[in-house]
Structure formats: C-alpha cells, structure tokens
Nanobody, 124 residues
C-alpha cells in the first residue's frame, strides 16, 4: 500500500508562484508514474501533469504547459509541481496520484493511489 500526502497549497495573487510537494510512503515509489490532477468546484477532475518512473519523460495539459513543471526525487520519495505565472483559473484542489504505467497519463483510471488534495487559490 502506498500513501500520498500533498503539501504546499495556499493563497497567491495572479502571476505568483507555488510549489506543491507530494510525499509517498512505501518502497515502490520509484517504479510508479506520478501525476498531478486538479478539481475545481462543480468540474470534473482534470489532468495537469505527469512524470515517468525515471523522471525522463514529462507530460502536461495544454492549459499549464510552459507555466508548470513536474519533477521527482526518487531518493526522497517525493514528486513536485512548480507552478509559475498562476492565473485565477488555476484555482482548484490539487491531487497527487501514482501507479504503474498502464498506457495513459491523463486518465484518472491510470492511477492506483491518490492523496487527499491541497487547495490552491489564485486571486485576481
């Protein structure tokens, strides 16, 4: 069993930055694809970014490409999401997810483990 715990959310003005962290328990973290999803009120949870088990490949939703950067440190069992040039439309609960790669980075069904989420609020 893997537990994921997010941190780093908060309130920031438009144009600002935040870095989210996701700490994972368990010895299999380094074998997992890791992703970040987000969910705004009344909206379906959507893909934001993902990173392969080695960190060699990254993937981004068009809405965050060029502004967000996903990275991981397998020695620390942690994945990060650096968010720059934040916009009010980035406001959401951000969830960390992990699992063995099954052919899709963007589908929530491709992940086995989820964190509890961390709120990000961007004011205009």
């Amino acid at each position: 069993q893997v537990q994921l715990v997010e941190s780093g959310g908060g309130l920031v003005q438009a144009g600002g930055s935040l870095r989210l962290s996701c700490a994972a328990s368990g010895r299999t973290f380094s074998t997992y694809t890791m992703g970040w999803f987000r969910q705004a009120p009344g909206i379906k949870r959507e893909f934001a970014a993902a990173i392969s088990w080695s960190g060699g490949s990254t993937y981004y939703a068009d809405s965050v490409k060029g502004r967000f950067t996903i990275s991981r440190d397998n020695a620390k069992n942690t994945v990060y999401l650096q968010m720059n040039s934040l916009k009010p439309e980035d406001t959401a609960v951000y969830y960390c997810a992990g699992g063995l790669y099954r052919g899709s980075f963007v589908d929530t069904k491709g992940y086995d483990y989820w964190g509890q989420g961390t709120q990000v609020t961007v004011s205009s």
